[in-house]
T-cell receptor, first 113, second 114 residues
Framework: AQSVTQLGSHVSVSEGALVLLRCNYS??????LFWYVQYPNQGLQLLLK??????LVKGINGFEAEFKKSETSFHLTKPSAHMSDAAEYFC???????????FGAGTILRVKS | NAGVTQTPKFRVLKTGQSMTLLCAQD?????MYWYRQDPGMGLRLIHY???????AKGEVPDGYNVSRLKKQNFLLGLESAAPSQTSVYFC?????????????FGPGTRLTVL
């Protein structure tokens, strides 16, 4: 069974500051990990995914995430926040041959000017 | 390609009424999913389908039924709506079973049950 914990339901950063959104997972099998973004009144869009290749994964819009097995973490970062990054972000986990994703509760990112 | 589309976008029901949400995808995906999104709870899987003519229960299936008569369509039905089913419903599809194939999401249906 898999589960995801996202630390912080709301994160606020200033424009140009570092973005760090935390995700910890639990999985009984080697995990595949995902970050999705949801802009207001829209569906979810894939930001990036870890599928057991490189542990540092680069995604769209300047985001990246690092898989740390020892810490069971997959935190999302972006060096410099932009106003357009304001959205809700979801971390999700699945097993290698799983056909279902388990989502975290989500983190709302607010970017202040 | 339109990707994943959902109809309707909004709906208000009275307790006890029934309705069907339609999801359509034009990517020839085998797998389709229905989720509900509630504040602070992320997305929870209601039902899913691994191919035409198949359906399976997800995490929160009670009060919902689904059908996948055609590969491109996945219908979610509420036979007797309850206020607890007030939510935003998302449909998603993916190419094959292995999780490395991402899920593509529709824009959502906002349902209010009074």
């Amino acid at each position: 069974a898999q589960s995801v914990t996202q630390l912080g339901s709301h994160v606020s950063v200033s424009e140009g500051a570092l973005v760090l959104l935390r995700c910890n997972y639990s999985s009984s099998v080697p995990p595949y990990l995902f970050w999705y973004v949801q802009y207001p009144n829209q569906g979810l869009q894939l930001l990036l995914k870890y599928t057991s290749a490189a542990t540092l994964v680069k995604g769209i819009n300047g985001f990246e995430a690092e898989f740390k097995k020892s810490e069971t973490s997959f935190h999302l970062t972006k060096p410099s926040a932009h106003m357009s990054d304001a959205a809700e972000y979801f971390c999700a986990v699945s097993g290698e041959y799983g056909n279902k994703l388990v989502f975290g509760a989500g983190t709302i990112l607010r970017v202040k000017s | 390609n339109a990707g994943v589309t959902q109809t309707p976008k909004f709906r208000v029901l009275k307790t006890g009424q029934s309705m069907t949400l339609l999801c359509a995808q034009d990517m020839n995906h085998e797998y389709m999913y229905w989720y509900r999104q509630d504040p602070g709870m992320g997305l929870r899987l209601i039902h899913y389908s691994v191919g035409e003519g198949t359906t399976a229960k997800g995490e929160v299936p009670d009060g919902y039924n689904v059908s996948r008569l055609k590969k491109q369509n996945f219908l979610l039905g509420l036979e007797s709506a309850a206020p607890s089913q007030t939510s935003v419903y998302f449909c998603a599809s993916s190419y094959e079973q292995r999780a490395l194939w991402e899920q593509f999401f529709g824009p959502g249906t906002r349902l209010t049950v009074l």
